[in-house]
């Protein structure tokens, strides 16, 4: 079992940034899909950005690309989102997750998540 805490988030005017922390009660196993997600009350989850961990196969959200960073720290117990150029249209609550096993042959966005955390909420005002 995985605990996963998020934390960074808070409120910004448009076009700022943040950076979305996510520590991990021990580390991922290399090739594991994670990554972040975000969900609005009422509408469906989103994936934001995601990776195999251990490597540098990275994958974003069209919405997303060229404004946010997905990292990992060297000992993969930490994964960040840095958030630039922020819109309002990216406030939600946003969720980092892991996979429990490796998924070979799909995109981390399609891969089942078996951790979760609390999420951190990311509000940006025009």
């Known amino acids: 079992q995985v605990q996963l805490v998020e934390s960074g988030g808070g409120s910004v005017q448009a076009g700022g940034s943040l950076r979305l922390s996510c520590v991990a009660s021990r580390s991922i196993s290399d090739r594991n899909c994670m990554g972040w997600f975000r969900q609005l009350p009422g509408k469906e989850r989103e994936g934001v950005a995601v990776m195999r961990a251990g490597t540098n196969l990275i994958a974003y959200a069209e919405s997303v690309k060229g404004r946010f960073t997905i990292s990992q720290d060297n000992a993969k117990t930490t994964l960040y989102l840095q958030m630039n150029s922020l819109k309002p249209e990216d406030t939600a609550m946003y969720h980092c997750?892991?996979?429990?096993?490796?998924?070979?042959?799909?995109?981390?966005?399609?891969?089942?998540?078996?951790?979760w955390g609390q999420g951190t909420q990311v509000t940006v005002s025009s």
């Open positions: 997750a892991a996979a429990s096993t490796y998924s070979s042959g799909i995109s981390c966005f399609a891969d089942k998540y078996n951790y």
